[in-house]
């Protein structure tokens, strides 16, 4: 009866950590879409059909299936509806994350769970109309099939479910390609320690042929329509390697995905202690933490892949880091002496860590645009005019005056005439105290400034007597 009992006692903590975890991304879902998000809503939109979203939407910014929502719910939509997708993968990325820490006890599973409902890097990600929270849950499941196949506790081979995870997940982001590369190495090295190299490459390819099919339908879609048009795939924004911003991203996404975003070189130390760790410490999945946390960021230096300097491009390698996170301090907690104290401040820190960051990032509402919207509508009720510093605005303007239905004229030359001025800046760029433009005087009436790893920063000046 006591086991019962404390059967059913886990079981509501786990969905009240569920819940905990939808109402932190319900809360920082609020604000007009920003940058990224407005850009792939006036993309879809201008896509046309369904086809168009595969077909003519030859960039970066298209994640596919969150192209075909935003379609479908237009460019005015209300932005919680725009972000419906994100918040509920994002949500369920809690449940499986807790499912695969379940395995190994009821208390991995719960820590893990409770890990993965405040990381800022996953609230961030699970509340914006983008297609990193699906690709993490499409991830994750992978992951959960997986560890239980190589258990044997599969009744029947995954590698169909593989393949959907993975042709899915494609279809939300693309960067799933390199966590099947860690899946796939976690699969063969682990079969060739336990069965040698000639069975491990048998069964390896009879599980992962169909997702290797899987991607490379996804693939071909995408550089066979990138070839038939006329600009071929296009990027946003693409940086050549460079060693500073990539180990700066990388410590920042490791940093936000553990509550504490900070960019220090240690992070990096620690991360890999931890890694080298955790076998020795009762941790599963090593071959798995090792490529996917270490391997994975490390390959990308090697061949100097391009636009490296973003930290969400490391959601592949956090997942896996909060993973091993859950279960080494679920581990350590019923041990009495140190490792219990350790763990326990461990655990404290992640958590109060991550919801103070959390808080901010809701607080801050990624800049939200909407703002802007709102101070013109207060001084021209009717509609009116803006000019743009860069062309970057155009879509947040867009789509923020859309869903207030106000009617706005955008005005891309550099002097207008217009009664407003927006202009727009990345992390670090300073915005003026006035700006003259031909001859005209514009001091700023409103401005938001975004938190975290997403957002848009704007001011918006008013045109002087």
Partial sequence: ??????????????????????????????GALWLDEAWSAVLAHEAGTPIGVFVQINHDNNHHLNSLWLQLVGPGADPLLAR????????ACILVAGLIGWRRGA????????????????????????GYAPMALAFLIAILLTDRWLAGEAERSPATALAL???????????ILFGFCALAGWIGLALWQREGFATALKQSLALLWPSILALALVFAIVLGAAAASLTGFQFGRYDPFAWSPFLHALALGFGSAVGWPVTSPWWLALVLALVLLAPALGVGRPWFNGLAILAFPLALALIHAGNTGFPRYYLIACIPLLLMLGEMIAVALPVRGWRRWLAGAALAA?????????????????????GAIRAMAARAPGGTRVILDRPTGKAILQVAAAEQGYPLVIVEKPCGPAPFLFLDRNDGEAFPAASRRCGRLYRPVAAARSHGLSGSHWTLYALQP
């Fill in 1 to 30: 009866m006591g086991a019962d009992t404390a059967r059913r006692r886990g079981q509501w903590l786990f969905a009240a950590i569920i819940l905990f975890g939808l109402a932190l991304r319900i809360a920082a879902a609020h």
């Fill in 84 to 91: 419906a997708p994100a918040i509920l993968a994002g949500t």
């Fill in 107 to 130: 208390l991995v599973g719960l820590v893990t769970a409770a890990l993965f409902a405040v990381s800022p890097m996953l609230v961030t990600l699970g509340s914006e109309a983008r």
């Fill in 165 to 175: 995870c993975f042709f899915l997940g494609a279809l939300s982001q693309l960067t």
């Fill in 350 to 370: 992640i958590l109060v860590g991550g919801l103070v960051e959390d808080a901010r990032i809701i607080h801050a509402r990624r800049g939200d645009p909407g």
